[in-house]
């Protein structure tokens, strides 16, 4: 029976994670393209032109991406109640401090897409999509070298 619910969590736990990788992928991939490709149209492309296009992309990029970004921080949520672990003599583990890190940034990213979408609160900093990409990408590593 333990076997048998062991087994039922870990398949769980895979089948959140893998959410929380595709919700990450969407949301960090729409912040890729818009920083990296779409912010370089205006090189080629009148004010006008540019208003155009950009809108063209974003009004079907509203549909999908808040709400990627909502099912990223829930399912981190819960992966993050799961793997954490117990504080062991009253200090974080190496793999402790960089999760919770990990978990600031996302959780703030979080907030910050909460707000403008549900609430329409626009951030008061930091207004541009390079913010949220650069803490992507320091999540991304965060990720990685938290299993060192
Ligand atoms: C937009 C924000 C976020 C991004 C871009 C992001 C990105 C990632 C990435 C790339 C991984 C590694 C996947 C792998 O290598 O298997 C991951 C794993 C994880 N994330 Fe997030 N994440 C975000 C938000 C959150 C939040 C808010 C939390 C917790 C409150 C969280 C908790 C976790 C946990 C616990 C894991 C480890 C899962 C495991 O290795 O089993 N994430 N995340």
């Known amino acids: 029976m333990l076997k048998f619910c062991q087994k039922g969590f870990t398949i769980i736990y ?3 994670h893998t959410i929380h990788i595709f919700s990450v992928f969407i ?10 490709f779409l912010s370089k149209m205006n090189q080629t492309l009148s004010s006008e032109e540019h208003a155009k296009a950009r809108e063209a ?3 079907h990029v509203r549909k999908v991406v808040p709400y990627a970004l909502m ?6 949520l819960f992966l993050f109640s799961q793997v954490f672990g117990k504080i062991e003599d009253g200090s974080l583990s190496y793999f402790q401090i960089l999760l919770a ?4 940034f996302g959780l703030w990213l979080g907030l910050r897409g909460i707000n403008q979408k549900l609430f329409k609160i626009n951030p ?4 541009s999509h390079f913010f949220p ?3 992507v990408v320091i999540i991304i590593l965060l990720s990685q070298f938290m299993y060192l």
């Open 71 to 76: 099912v990223a921080v829930a399912s981190g």
């Open 101 to 104: 890190i990990k978990a600031f």
């Open 57 to 59: 992309i974003m009004m």
């Open 14 to 16: 895979t089948f959140i």
């Open 27 to 36: 949301y960090g991939g729409f912040l890729f393209v818009d920083v990296l």
């Open 124 to 127: 008061w900093v930091f207004k």
């Open 133 to 135: 990409f650069s803490l």
